[in-house]
């Protein structure tokens, strides 16, 4: 596709169950990112890809969250016992080397997770 | 702790006026520091960046202006225009070793007509 396209674009859940959030970034680029917007704030740092590894995780918050992306394209992001504070705007981005060459980031238009 | 304070958290501005929004940074390993605009319901898109070597990057309505001494960057939106209203975001990352990228808080500008 032309940009990055996410799925869903919007989730509701109860606290509690599973969830995966799907990005499907632009053909080419092997950098990909995941990050959290929360109201009013800017987007959080989750996770990093560079290909099928995940290259820097420290932003995961606890081990609820986990993230794949098994063949360097599609990348699934998986919360496990959803929680109210997980409720946010998921998003993704990919860049065509790594921020480090580019440092430019394509993203999404989010995942709006809600967990009543 | 927040790698990049931005303010002000909002701005309203007149049609044709200047938008002024300012970032601080504390790590100096940071050389890459892009702006990103959002409208509502979108992902946050490139407008603008800036390495640490240039004082000064214009590109038409938007400039980037670096101290370095002082760790700070601000954006100026010169004419700004209605369409100019939306939230913007400094960030900051160091291009070679990080892959993190740390967004401001954000700036809700509006431009009235």
């Known amino acids: 596709g032309a940009g990055v396209s996410q799925t869903p674009s919007n989730k509701v859940t109860e606290k509690g169950k599973y969830v995966e959030l799907r990005c499907d970034p632009i053909s080419g680029h092997t950098a990909l990112y995941w990050y959290r917007q929360s109201l009013g704030q800017g987007p959080e740092f989750l996770i990093y890809?560079?290909?099928?590894?995940?290259?820097?995780d420290s932003g995961l918050p606890n081990d609820r969250f986990f993230a794949v992306r098994p063949e360097g394209s599609v990348s699934t992001l998986k919360i496990q016992r959803t929680e109210r504070g997980d409720s946010a705007v998921y998003l993704c981005?990919?860049?065509?080397?790594?921020?480090?060459?580019?440092?430019?980031?394509?993203f999404g238009e989010g995942s709006r997770l809600t967990v009543l | 702790q927040q790698q990049v304070k931005q303010s002000p958290q909002s701005l309203i501005v007149q049609k044709g006026g200047i938008s002024i929004i300012n970032c601080a940074y504390e790590n100096t390993a940071f050389d890459y520091f892009p702006w990103y605009q959002q409208f509502p319901g979108k992902g946050p898109a490139l407008l603008i960046a800036?390495?640490?070597?240039?004082s000064e990057k214009k590109e038409g309505r938007f400039t980037i202006s670096f101290n370095k001494s002082a760790k700070q960057f601000s954006l100026h939106i010169m004419d700004s225009q209605p369409g100019d209203s939306a939230t913007y975001f400094c960030?900051?990352?160091?291009?070679?070793?990080?892959?993190?990228?740390?967004f401001g808080t954000g700036t809700s500008l509006t431009v009235i007509p």
């Open positions: 960030a900051a990352t160091h291009m070679n070793t990080g892959n993190q990228f740390y």
């Open positions: 981005a990919s860049s065509l080397n790594g921020g480090g060459n580019t440092g430019e980031l394509f």
């Open positions: 890809f560079q290909g099928t590894g995940a290259a820097d």
């Open positions: 800036i390495r640490p070597d240039v």
